[in-house]
């Protein structure tokens, strides 16, 4: 029994260790690269990239459709079936993505209609929304917990990116280089894990569209799309809200503040990536040690957004200026605040793969859809009269709601908002329960 759990624990220790070195590498590639380009477009200019990109990726819940967790669960269960849920999933998130875009458009034309470069923008980076298909293929290695393939394909992927996008400030390029290279990043990024996928064994031409999966993928990943949606929009709102309410230069300096604050989000998600997988199982065998499982889950996951708003807020200041230069000094105030948001979206990961794997995907929905809704009318409230500063508070208090409080309203969930509250005030960590 002990050498089953020493080999269970080594194979999530590797597969994180992969996650956490990739996440790392590739994290700080993206900030020195990004942080670069906001220099060198300066706050009025990298602003209005900003506002255009969260346009565009306001929609990308739809090109994926969600379909990670429900992917993730069936392939567990359902390893046999793997050429149909995946070669469904695909056509279903193609379709998706399709629609997206043509949303990204409908959209940024409501908000100005006039400002055709705002709409080149989004038509460039939107193009990257139709090739979300190709995501699917990680969920294979998700299910298998290897993570080493796909981290190196995303790698190399991203290191091509970041030397094109430093190529362009030394050569002097305009704002419209820079959206084509994030959205040949994501062309790229698509095929590199469809190689990643065929290389490690499969083959491409044994995948079948069933339409029995199709139906059931979209059953049951519908309400996690609007819910991401949701989420989507309490995640972009505050930017594309900032841009119509005050001007581009306030959106490049809130950008460069949130840039900072969620770069810490790479290791909440290397953790929960690796562990679901892990929650799946202990809730489809009834495993007795599932609630204690939970629990440490929550604890690690609050001890983590403790530890990093806690360094931040000390080194906000000096590292704002370091990084981005004294003309986006107004940001440090920002991070010291966002910051926060994090403690609740740590805790949001874990309640979210819990409600994948128990199929709670509509209270996830009504969940979001909630944050949402509590997100924009605060966003109109508090950037009227506190400017970014209120934008920053809007979104501390919609994540808190979304990821805590309204668990108290469903009984379904009551049991998980006693295990945050506990994780909230003791946050103890038992490594060796969380596997």
């Known amino acids: 029994m002990v050498n089953r759990v020493a080999i269970k624990l080594k194979k999530y220790l ?41 346009v565009a990726l306001l929609f990308r819940p739809v090109a994926m459709f969600q379909l990670e967790g429900i992917c993730v669960r069936e392939l567990i269960t359902s390893p046999n079936k793997k050429n149909e849920i995946l070669g469904s999933a695909f056509i279903l998130s193609l379709g998706a993505g399709v629609l997206a875009f043509s949303a990204a458009m409908g959209f940024i034309h409501i908000l100005h209609p ?91 031409l044994t995948l079948k569209v069933k339409w029995e999966w199709i139906k059931k993928l979209f059953s049951d990943a519908w309400p996690l799309a609007l819910s991401g949606m949701a989420a989507t929009i309490y995640l972009r709102i505050d930017k594309i809200m900032i841009g119509q309410m005050t001007d581009t230069t306030h959106v490049g300096i809130y950008t460069a503040a949130t840039r900072l604050a969620e770069a810490w989000y790479f290791l909440p998600i290397c953790i929960m990536t690796s562990l679901y997988p892990a929650v799946v199982k202990a809730l489809k065998n009834k495993s007795k040690n599932q609630n204690s499982r939970m629990q440490e889950m929550y604890n690690t996951m609050v001890l983590l957004g403790y530890i990093t708003a806690i360094i931040t807020v000390l080194f906000a200041e000096p590292l704002i200026i370091l990084l981005f230069g004294p003309e986006y000094e107004q940001s440090s105030q920002i991070l010291v605040l966002y910051i926060w948001s994090g403690l609740f979206v740590n805790i949001a990961m874990v309640k979210a793969a819990w409600l994948k794997a128990m199929n709670y995907t509509r209270i996830q929905l009504l969940s979001t859809l909630t944050g949402a809704i509590i997100n924009i009318g605060l966003n109109l409230l508090l950037i009227k009269h506190y ?49």
């Open 114 to 204: 006039d400002m055709t470069i705002y709409s080149v923008i989004v038509a460039i980076a939107g193009t990257g929304l139709i090739f979300f298909c190709f995501e699917i293929f990680e969920f294979w290695f998700q299910a298998k917990v290897r993570a080493k393939a796909t981290v190196l394909s995303r790698t190399i992927v991203l290191c091509i990116g970041a030397i094109l996008k430093i190529a362009g400030i030394y050569l002097n390029a305009g704002i419209f280089y820079f959206v084509w290279i994030n959205t040949i990043e994501t062309i790229l990024m698509g095929f590199s894990l469809l190689i990643a996928y065929k290389f490690s064994g499969n083959t491409l």
């Open 14 to 54: 590797i597969n994180i260790g992969w996650l956490f070195a990739g996440k790392i590498f590739r994290m700080l590639l993206s900030m020195v690269a990004g942080i670069w380009v906001a220099r060198y477009l300066g706050a009025e200019m990298f602003g209005a990239l900003s506002f255009c990109m969260a």
């Open 387 to 435: 400017g970014i500063v209120g934008a920053a508070w809007a979104t501390i208090i919609s994540y808190a709601v979304e990821g805590y409080f309204i668990l108290f309203l469903f009984p379904e969930t009551r049991r998980q908002a006693k295990m945050i509250t506990k994780a909230i005030f003791k946050p103890v960590v038992k490594i060796n329960k969380l596997f």
